[in-house]
């Protein structure tokens, strides 16, 4: 296994359209994370599932913004009726649950949306 | 709301010279986490420390994890171009799922 991977790499979209990223976390993990970051920015929580459960979603993930988790292995996330603050690097993460409660995140190369 | 700051935001040195950058919050975190992320990447991981107190080297690299666990630095010696890159830290919680990240500290080594 190569790691966490994420397709497609770069989006662009025109306001108002939707579009749907996908991502295949290490094939062992069962906790898929995504984050979004903005230039100049570190990476902001957005929802994070374990196994086909989605445990938590931040306040920034608005009605437009949907994930599924499945099969509890690869992910998608879609973003509905696109708006030009939704540009920026979208991350997806994968970790083992560990008891000690300890959860190394690792991340794939991100998918760059930019809204026109 | 937990938050993580680091310093400096930009740090600009010449090859060869060391560096301190720092990440600091007033809350209580399990673990601490420093990644390296490059331009059009995704964060990688570098190290995780656990432990109030606890040092760990990765070659060139140093971090430590403060006594009260709010707070960490990470020290490089003799930095090169390779290095160059955004550091970013992030805490996480026992039990908790998200981390938080600082706003990462932009590092340019020049030849």
């Known amino acids: 296994d190569t790691g966490v991977s994420q397709d497609p790499r770069h989006k662009i979209t025109k306001r108002g359209q939707n579009v749907t990223f996908r991502c295949d976390p290490i094939?062992?993990?069962?906790?898929l994370y995504w984050y979004r970051q903005t230039l100049g920015q570190g990476p902001e929580f957005l929802t994070y599932?374990?196994?086909?459960?989605?445990?938590?979603k931040s306040r920034l993930l608005s009605d437009r913004f949907s994930a599924e988790r499945p099969k509890g292995s690869f992910s998608t996330l879609e973003i509905q009726r696109t708006e030009q603050g939704d540009s920026a690097m979208y991350l997806c993460?994968?970790?083992?649950?560990?008891?000690?409660?300890?959860?190394?995140?690792?991340f794939g190369p991100g998918t760059r949306l930019t809204v026109l | 709301t937990q938050l993580l700051e680091q310093s400096p935001q930009f740090l600009s040195i010449q090859e060869g010279e060391n560096l301190t950058v720092y990440c600091n919050s007033s809350?209580?975190?399990?673990?601490l986490q420093w990644y390296r992320q490059e331009p059009g990447e995704g964060p990688v991981l570098l190290v995780t420390v656990v432990t109030g107190g606890e040092v760990k080297k990765l070659k060139r690299l140093t971090f430590q994890f403060g006594d009260a666990r709010k707070d960490s630095s990470l020290h490089i010696t003799a930095a090169q171009p390779g290095d160059t890159g955004l550091y970013l830290c992030?805490?996480?919680?026992?039990?908790?799922?998200?981390?938080?990240f600082g706003d990462g500290t932009t590092l340019t080594v020049k030849p």
């Open positions: 094939s062992e993990h069962n906790r």
């Open positions: 993460a994968s970790s083992l649950f560990r008891t000690s409660g300890i959860h190394e995140q690792f």
């Open positions: 992030a805490g996480g919680n026992t039990n908790a799922g998200k981390s938080t």
């Open positions: 809350s209580v975190f399990s673990s």
């Open positions: 599932f374990q196994n086909e459960a989605q445990l938590e």
